[in-house]
Each structure stands twice: as structure tokens, then as C-alpha cells.
């Protein structure tokens, strides 16, 4: 499978923005090109091994819910096709076909907006700790897993280097304004809301969602990815049971696998065996397939 494995890109003559933990940013003055490569990270750690066909999976989902909810909110996709790229792009088309977007540059808003439908992750350990995540009071004697009342705004700070920090509203508005504030949360929780509807439909359930946002003329838009296995939990609907940690389509098989080797968690990470990259891809493709009816061509 090594044929179809990105792990880094290098494109000289094109100005580096930023190299994420899995994507390459270069600038293009008013643009920006974002290259999904399949690096993956855990614990905020880049692993040694790459996961065959994963940015071109993050695309194309990202593509397929930036439609999807354009009626909520504009966003920065300007174009996926290469073929529309500036002419200094095109010699690298072999690299870009099907794994990147070519986006509006924005001044984007520091703030992690995420949605929790279920108790999990931070949210649980927080939980069992003061009943609350983020400051928001909860019902006592939920589960683990359990589908909350409702979906929730619980909002973290977005780190550079680290975990990012879960924070509350208030703390949010201090920082943003009540305006910008109220809007983000409500941008974000009618994004959950119908695409969790959609993605129940087809078995799949949305746990939790971060949403990234940028100014862009004045106006809120959305940017970077939407509702991938890497900024979301995915769940197998016909699998799920409360009271215990999920079976999943993101990286939480990683993770866990990586717990079970008992990684400290700094880096160098450890490399992952060909069996966990094996499942690892096909989670990726099944999330692809279910909630697009697509198939990587």
C-alpha cells in the first residue's frame, strides 16, 4: 500500500504557511493550499507511520459536509479540483489529485467550538469529577457514552503546542465578545445537530465535533475540516451500548492501541504494526462510505 501513502510534501518555490499534525499549508497571498497528507497523531504526538488513504478520506468528507451545511454557514472552500489551482501547482497534480482544497485565507478565530452529544473522552473524566463539563451543570448518574439531554457548546482554547483546554462560555466571551460569542455556539450546535440527524441515518453516531472558524470580509466563516474521524467520535449505531467506552471509526482504535503498549505519551512515538494500520484504513474507508455512499476511486 505504500503507493498510496503521503506522509510529508515539499513543493520549494511555494511558500510554507504551516505544517500541521496532518496537513501542509502553503501560502498563495490570498489563498491557501491545504494538503491532507496521512500522518496521523495521538495524544498531540505525529506518529512515525502513516495511515494509507486517510487525507484523501479527510477531503473528501470535509467536501461533502462543506456542502452539506453551506446553508448554515458560508466556508473557505474555493476549490478541490487541480485544475483550478494557480499554474505554479499544476507539476504537482500526481501529489494534490483527490487529498487537497484550495481555500480562501482568513484571519481564523482562536477557539476550538466543540458540540458534545455523548459523555466521553474529557468530557467524561470531567464529569465524574464536578457533574459539569466546561461549567455547563449535568444530570446526575449519566454513564459513560450516554446521549445527553441535549448537545452541548463546550468550548477549548486552541493550543499550538499541547492538548488544547477545555474552558467555559464565559471565559470564551471575555476573550471574543458576547456577540461573536453567542454566534459560534449556535453555528455550531445547528452544524451537530443536522449533520448528527443525517449520520444516524446511516449508522453512524456523532459523539462529539470540534468546528475551526475564520473571519473572512467581515464575516464568520467556517474553515479547515468538517466532521472527519479525525475532529469527530464516530460510533457504529447497530454497536453502541452506554456504560462503556465505544467501538469506533476515528482514531480511538489507535489510541487505544497505543495505551495497551503503554506509551508514555511523549515523543519519539512508537511505530504501529501492520495489522492496526490495516484496520485503521479500513475505519476510514467504512466512515467514507457510510455517511457519502462514496468509494475512494
Known sequence: MKENILYSTDFKEIKLFKRGKVRDVYDLEDKLLIVSTDRI????????????????????????????????????????????????????????????????????????CVVRGYLSGSGWKEYQKTQSICGIKLPKGLKESEKLPQAIFTPATKEDVGHDVNVSEELIEKELGKEITQKLKEISLAIYNKASIYAESKGIIIADTKFEFGIYEGEIILIDEILTPDSSRFWPKDQYQPARPQVSFDKQFVRDYLESIGWDKTPPAPPLPLEIVEKTTQK?????????GKELK
Open 284 to 292: 476510514y474507508l467504512e466512515a467514507l462510505k457510510r455517511l457519502t
Open 41 to 112: 497523531s495521538c495524544f498531540d504526538v505525529v506518529l512515525p507511520t502513516a495511515i494509507p488513504y486517510k487525507g484523501k478520506v479527510l477531503t473528501e468528507l470535509s467536501l461533502f459536509w462543506f456542502k452539506f451545511t453551506e446553508e448554515i454557514i458560508p466556508n473557505h472552500l474555493i476549490s478541490s479540483k487541480v485544475n483550478d489551482y494557480p499554474k505554479s501547482l499544476q507539476k504537482y497534480k500526481d501529489i494534490l489529485e483527490g487529498r487537497s482544497m484550495l481555500v480562501k485565507k482568513t484571519k481564523p478565530i482562536a477557539v476550538e
